[in-house]
């Protein structure tokens, strides 16, 4: 794919790769800490407008999770991961998210 800021290409490589993890776009969001449970969904319907590309925060969690560099996610360019470094990636997202929850857990049963 050619490079590009286009918000549309975006998107499309957005989804290309949440599809390829085999996340639902809620559970990507989950996972990579968004504000909402819907805003994975609303990036890639074009709800949420990428006039000036996405938030720092929600690339770093997005790629974090997909297993992908921001420039690659943001403009295509540089290689798109291999399906293991994608997997690999989801699994280690996964993990923290089990951890972080049961931290909450406990601390929450302390204060109970």
């Known amino acids: 794919m050619e490079p590009t800021n286009d918000p549309d290409s975006l998107r499309a490589r957005l989804r290309a790769l949440r599809e390829c993890a085999g996340l639902s776009a809620r559970e990507l969001s989950r996972l990579a800490g968004l504000r909402s ?7 890639e319907s074009g709800e949420i407008r990428l006039v000036r590309g996405m938030e720092p ?18 403009t295509g360019e540089g290689d798109a991961p291999t399906l293991a470094e994608i997997m690999a ?10 951890k972080l929850a049961r931290a909450a857990e406990r601390t929450l049963s302390r204060g109970a």
């Open 37 to 43: 449970p819907g805003h994975v969904s609303l990036i």
């Open 57 to 74: 925060a929600t690339v770093r969690g997005l790629c974090r999770v997909l297993g992908c560099d921001a420039a690659h996610l943001q």
């Open 89 to 98: 990636a989801v699994t280690r997202a996964r993990a923290r998210h089990r």
